[in-house]
Structures are given as structure tokens and as C-alpha cells.
């Protein structure tokens, strides 16, 4: 136990006292946002600061002042296709819109064409998509007022409905719940429970792999059993990766609360309101907050956090024993891919499986692959916050720790004999004769 | 009292046999010579003695104990596949190693400062492996095999690789250490590296012992009674004790022969009969090498 504690601790503190673990993991956290941030700004920005010319050639007399897409401005004109383009050049205009004379008094018509859109470059296709809806809601306004319905009889024809969804426990308790929210978590963790596998895998491949190829590994088997000595870098490598995964769970936590407050003010004077329910007094920014709270509000978060930790080390221990494998058996990176197949293949199965998963998170697929130790952590992760059965939960965990124990002690008969072997041309019936060799 | 005994160790591996029945016995503070061309199963005997790997068959006694974890600690083990990591500073690493060897890290930081200060490394302390001259790292090797001061000291193959210099100062490291108690197995398939430090020998060739003793033992039993002589003037007959098996003329009167004795008679016996015939200049016994002897007992296997 002391053997594989100093490994660990070794694999720990030269990995941690790098420059760039420091680096990916404050840095991590600071970036995702900001690229969010970024986006976002110039995605708004854009159609504020470029007020674009759009000149209007209405043939048909109803379209007066009706466009206000913001990013444009609208001057409206008459005449002939021609003079609207020579317009368009002489004012060097973004673009035309030209609308047709309209017969509106032909009750059985419902499709209008004609209607065209000039410009200098390619338009998107949402901007197409605003002007298209403006054009034939401009038209339906003016049909219905000479059909003769009231606008105010029309309002009042509306019904509006919202689903709001609840989760109903067997005790009869119900709680609100989101499907986007659980969406959202579901595939964030499933996907960083993925990434990690991949990082830190190689990791520990590669630091099997340096032992191996600067020879020092038979120097340390003759101190330390191999079998620690793997236990000790799997150990060590995820107790790395466990570190800035709670670094960045503080770090996020921490930034979103200050993000969360910075919009509303002070999230306690938000619970106030709420309290008194005064939201009618809350600014936008304090309202969104108040929803972000009460979104988080509806969400397990202690289940899920206990779950992620759970899953993401149980798929750690699982697939880093089978890297290591791979690393003790090769003697180069180069040689190691024919072997990774087989571990990147259920990764790669459970990553993709997570979309129809999260479509119907309580379907057969679902339920099956969340069973399956090498694809569990993901799936189950993502099945998770739209709710899972207990006893779905705990046999899920209970294979995993079947399958992960599996795979180390399968991994450890590996290692052993690869670790010492040395410019042999491996291939899979050579690592199943390791396999049954007696040390 | 033997530090180390094995007997009767089989190794075979999927379909090659590595060990065959081998038996050795290691004297205390003795320095012993497992010698064997490459492929013989010497590093396999080794890493049995490790307990990095397990025989089939046999059994290994240390200090008349049988093989269990803690005699890891008594062990330092130079292997002939060796090296350091690279990225790893000098201090760290030796403390890293010792401490897997069970030494605490104050007794460990100690003993790390003694060395690099007998081996004048002190300054390089801080450094990684990889800025460290290749003698360099050999020599923090060393350091690294012996740091827990080890009662059995094995190297296997502990000269190639070491420029002269340091096979030197090593060689001196060793037999200091020799003197105060240890005992060092030297493996290797360069026999005249290790011939004048070893006083026992065991010989190992296609995984089976093919001779142990004294290395005096083995010299004496594979004496040939074949002298070298160079003399001056003619020499034109001998007793028939004495047979001359080739005679060269060195330049002017002087001569160079091999005389062949006859077996039971001792160098005196034929200088007394030199010295009535002629004028000896030299007298060299011809002792065959432990080398020589290998050869002879593997070729003379190959005929039989």
C-alpha cells in the first residue's frame, strides 16, 4: 500500500507542478465563457452597428412603413424593377425588395409570388426568412380587414397555452422540471466524462510508454510489484484529473454566482423579492436571475454531483487500466493505435447513442447502454437529470464497479510481462499469451 | 554462511526454457561471477532473485530464508536495461527510488547528500536527467542501486556502457563496498572484465549451469602444464618429463617455446631442468582464462 502511495505521489506532484496543468486549469474555465461572451457580443452587436440600406420598390401600394428589422434602414420607393436598381446603385443600398402589384379581392387565392429580393452579396438566410414573414403578415392584416373581422374580435380569438412539467415522486411530492435544463447538464457531463476519458487515458499510456522506453521500469519492478505500479499511476493520473475537475467545479461555481448576482443585484435581495413577490418591481437583468435560480432550484444538483463523481471514476479506473495495457505492451506511441480500437470504440458508440439518448432517456436503448460498465458514464450521466429509478441507479453503479475491477485485474496480467518485453512485434494473439503466462 | 542459495530453478517461458534445474550458492561478502553468453538465462536467474518474476520450479534462499517481499530491500539491482527519468530532477528521482526501497526521506536526504558529494554531483542535484552528461547519469545510477545500502548487490552487464574512467571508479565503489559487508553478484558475458575482481564463478550457457567453483578451483582443474619460456642459446634436448610443442627464434640467439609437463609436475621441476640447458629469460606458467575455459567446455559440450 506505502509502494503504491509513493507512485502516486510521484505521478501526482510532477504532473501537478507543471507549468501547463496550472495553465488548462485556471484558464479552462475562464475561456469557455469567454468565448460564449464573445460570441454573443458580436452576434448582437452586428445588427446594431451596421445600419444597412434596403430600398423598398412596393408595386402594390399596402407595404408603407411596414418593415423594422433592426440592423436595417427601410426608404421606401415607386416605379419600375429598373429604377429600383438603378437606385439601389446610386445609393449603394445593401439590398432591394421588390414587391409586385397584389391582387387581394380573389378570396380563393392564398399563394402569391413575384416578390423578389436584391443584393450585393449573399443575404442570410434568416434575414430572408424576417423580410418573407413580414411581407405575408403585412398581406394576412390586410385580407382580414377586408373580410371584414374585427382586429379586437381576432385578439380575442387567441388561446394561448404553456406546459409547464413536473416530476411526480411515489411519495406524491412534485417538483418542477425542465427538459432544457436536463438536456443541457446531460450532455455536458456526459461529454466531459468523454473528454477526461480520452486526456487522461493517454496520459497514463504515455507515462507507462516513458517507463518503458527510458528503461527505468525494470529498476522500479524490482523495488515495487508491477501491479502496484500500474495501481499507482492510474491512482495517481486521476487523482490529477480529479484536482482540476474540482478546481473547475469551484471556479465555475463561483464565477456563475457572481455572474448570476452581477445581473440581478444581490442574489439575496432577489430571494426578498421573490419572497414578498414583488416581481413586478424587478429590473429584466433581476428577473432572468430569479428564473436561472429557480431553474437550478429544480434540478437535484447533490444527486447529480454525487452521480458525476461516482461515473466519472468508475469510467476512469476503467478505461485507464485498459490504457495502461496498451502503453506496457507497445513500444512506441505509433504502435499503440492498433490497439486503441477496442477502447475508443465504446467511447465513441456511448458519445453518439448520448443524442437518441437524451431524446428519449428512458427508452430501451437508453436503459441498456446505461447497464453496460464501458458505456455507462456517459449514458447514465446524460439519462440522469430527466430522472432515473434508484434501482436502475445502483445496479448501474454495481456493474460499473464489476466492470471496472474486471478490466484492472485483466489489464494488471498485461502489464506485468509487457513492462519487461522489449522490441517485440506485439499483436493480439501475443498479449493473449501474456495474458495466461504464469510471472 | 551463503548470502543467497538457489537450487534447482526451471524457468520456461511459452515454449523456450530460460532455466534448467540451476543451483548456485553466493559465500557473504563474496564476489560472485554469473558468466554466460547472451541468451543464457543469466538476467532470467536475476529477475527471479528480484521476485520480478517467479520460477516454475525451486527455490531461492536468502540468508537461509525463503524469497518473501522484504528481502527487496536488502537487494540493489543495476539492470543491464537501465535508465532514469528523464524529465525527473537528480534529488528527486534518488529520493523517489530509495523511499520505494523503504528508506524514510530524512535518512534518504542524507545518504543522497554523501553520495553526490563522494561522487562530486553535488552541484548537478537540481538538474533534470536529461541536461546530465551520459557518465553522469551512470553514475547517479549507481548511486541509485546502492543508496539503501544494500547487503546483495547484482549488476548485471555493470561495465558496458560505463566509459573507462567511470568503470573504474565504480569498480573501487564496489569493492568498498565489498569490504564493508556486502556481497555483489557481477553478471556478464564479457568474462575478462570481471575475471580478476571474482572469486567465485558459475557459468551458464542454453539455460543450464555448466560449471561453479573457486574461480582458483576452476583454474587449477583446468590447468594445461604448459609454460612459456624465452631463453638464450639452443636448447637441444629435454627429459622426457618435458615436451617441446613449438620453438620460435626471437633474434640472434634468443628463443621463444611452449613446453608442454607432464601432468603432477610443478614449475620447479622445470625450471631446475631449464636452468642445466640454457639461460631462462622469462617463465610464464600458461593459465588458461576463465574465458578460454568456456569456450573449452562449450565446445568440447558441442562435440560430445
Given amino acids: 500500500m506505502n509502494q503504491i502511495f509513493l507512485v502516486l505521489k510521484r505521478e501526482y506532484m510532477t504532473r501537478v507542478k507543471k507549468k501547463s496543468f496550472l495553465l488548462a486549469t485556471l484558464l479552462t474555465p475562464l475561456i469557455l465563457p469567454s468565448i460564449i461572451f464573445v460570441i454573443v457580443y458580436f452576434g448582437t452587436r452586428d445588427k446594431k452597428s451596421n445600419q444597412d440600406d434596403i430600398i423598398v420598390l412596393d408595386q402594390s401600394g399596402y407595404f408603407t412603413d411596414t418593415f423594422n428589422e433592426s440592423g436595417y434602414a427601410f426608404e421606401y420607393m415607386t416605379g419600375s424593377l429598373e429604377d429600383g436598381k438603378a437606385a439601389m446603385a446610386e445609393k449603394e443600398a445593401f439590398g432591394l425588395i421588390f414587391i409586385p402589384p397584389v391582387d387581394l379581392e380573389d378570396k380563393a387565392k392564398t399563394s402569391y409570388d413575384g416578390f423578389a429580393f436584391y443584393s450585393k452579396t449573399n443575404p442570410s438566410f434568416r434575414v430572408l426568412q424576417d423580410f418573407e414573414k413580414t411581407i405575408s403578415t403585412k398581406l394576412e392584416d390586410v385580407k382580414l380587414q377586408k373580410s371584414g373581422l374585427d382586429q379586437e374580435v381576432l385578439k380575442s380569438l387567441d388561446a394561448r397555452v404553456s406546459l409547464e412539467s413536473f416530476n411526480l415522486t411515489d411519495e406524491g411530492e412534485e417538483s418542477k422540471s425542465n427538459a432544457g435544463l436536463s438536456y443541457a447538464i446531460g450532455y455536458g457531463t456526459g461529454f466531459l466524462i468523454y473528454i477526461f476519458i480520452f486526456v487522461y487515458g493517454s496520459q497514463i499510456m504515455q507515462s507507462v510508454l516513458d517507463e518503458k522506453t527510458s528503461r527505468i521500469v525494470e529498476v522500479i519492478v524490482s523495488s515495487v510489484r508491477p501491479f502496484q505500479l500500474m495501481m499507482g499511476k492510474v491512482l495517481g493520473v486521476g487523482a490529477v484529473g480529479f484536482t482540476q475537475l474540482l478546481i473547475w467545479i469551484v471556479l465555475i461555481g463561483g464565477l456563475s454566482t457572481v455572474g448570476v448576482s452581477l445581473l440581478g443585484g444581490g442574489s439575496q435581495e432577489v430571494m426578498d423579492a421573490m419572497a414578498q413577490g414583488q416581481s413586478a418591481d424587478l429590473t429584466q437583468g433581476q428577473e432572468m436571475a430569479m428564473k436561472i435560480q429557480e431553474l437550478i432550484a429544480t434540478i437535484p444538483v447533490g444527486k447529480i454531483l454525487f452521480s458525476f463523481l461516482f461515473f466519472f471514476l468508475g469510467a476512469y479506473f476503467l478505461y485507464g487500466a485498459l490504457y495502461a495495457a496498451v502503453g506496457s505492451a507497445v513500444d512506441s506511441i505509433q504502435d499503440a493505435q492498433q490497439f486503441m480500437l477496442p477502447i475508443v470504440l465504446p467511447i465513441l458508440a456511448a458519445i453518439m447513442s448520448m443524442f437518441f439518448v437524451l431524446e428519449d432517456p428512458n427508452g430501451g436503448l437508453a436503459v441498456t447502454l446505461s447497464m453496460i460498465p464501458f458505456t455507462s458514464p456517459i449514458i447514465m450521466m446524460a439519462r440522469i437529470p430527466f430522472g432515473v429509478p434508484d434501482w436502475q441507479l445502483a445496479l448501474s453503479m454495481i456493474l460499473l464497479v464489476v466492470g471496472f475491477v474486471g478490466t484492472i485485474w485483466l489489464a494488471g496480467r498485461i502489464y506485468r510481462i509487457g513492462i519487461l518485453m522489449y522490441g517485440v512485434k506485439v499483436n493480439w494473439k501475443i498479449i493473449a499469451k501474456w495474458f495466461t503466462m504464469k510471472v | ?304
Avoid at chain 2, 530524512?106 to 552541484?123: M, N, S, V
Avoid at chain 2, 622426457?240 to 607432464?262: C, R, S, V, W, Y
Fill in chain 2, 1 to 304: 554462511m551463503n548470502i543467497l542459495e538457489a537450487h534447482h530453478v526451471s524457468k520456461s517461458y511459452a515454449q523456450h526454457r530460460a532455466l534448467n534445474d540451476v543451483s548456485i550458492s553466493i559465500p557473504k561478502q563474496s564476489i560472485f561471477g554469473l558468466l554466460g553468453p547472451n541468451g543464457a538465462g543469466k538476467t532470467t536467474l536475476i529477475r527471479i532473485i528480484n521476485q520480478i518474476i517467479m520460477s516454475d520450479e525451486g527455490n531461492v534462499l536468502i540468508n537461509g530464508e525463503k524469497l518473501n517481499p522484504s528481502h527487496v530491500k536488502i537487494i540493489g539491482y543495476l539492470p543491464e536495461e537501465r535508465g532514469l527519468y528523464k524529465k525527473m530532477k537528480v534529488g528527486e528521482q534518488l529520493m523517489y527510488l530509495a523511499q520505494l526501497k523503504g528508506l524514510s526521506s530524512g535518512e534518504a536526504r542524507i545518504r543522497i547528500k554523501k553520495w553526490l558529494e563522494k561522487l562530486e554531483l553535488t552541484e548537478w542535484a537540481g538538474k533534470k536527467v536529461e541536461d546530465l552528461s551520459k557518465g553522469m547519469a551512470q553514475k547517479i545510477q549507481f548511486i541509485a542501486t546502492v543508496l539503501h545500502e544494500p547487503k546483495l548487490l547484482i549488476l548485471d552487464e555493470p561495465f558496458s556502457g560505463f566509459d573507462p574512467v567511470n568503470a573504474n571508479l565504480i569498480k573501487d565503489e564496489i569493492l568498498e563496498l565489498r569490504e564493508k559487508g556486502a556481497t555483489v553478484i557481477f553478471s556478464t558475458h564479457r568474462m575478462e572484465s570481471v575475471e580478476q575482481l571474482c572469486e567465485n564463478i558459475a557459468m551458464i550457457n542454453k539455460s543450464q549451469k555448466i560449471l561453479d567453483g573457486t574461480k582458483k578451483e576452476i583454474k587449477d582443474s583446468y590447468r594445461s602444464d604448459k609454460y612459456n619460456v624465452q631463453y638464450k642459446g639452443k636448447i637441444s634436448e629435454l627429459s622426457g618429463d618435458f615436451q617441446l610443442l613449438e620453438t620460435k627464434n626471437i633474434e640472434d640467439d634468443m628463443f621463444e617455446a611452449t613446453i608442454q609437463a607432464k601432468a603432477g609436475l610443478n614449475p620447479n621441476d622445470l625450471l631446475r631442468e631449464l636452468i642445466n640447458k640454457t639461460e631462462v629469460h622469462s617463465f610464464i606458467e600458461l593459465i588458461p582464462s576463465i574465458n578460454d575455459i568456456f569456450i573449452s567446455i562449450v565446445e568440447g559440450g558441442k562435440k560430445s
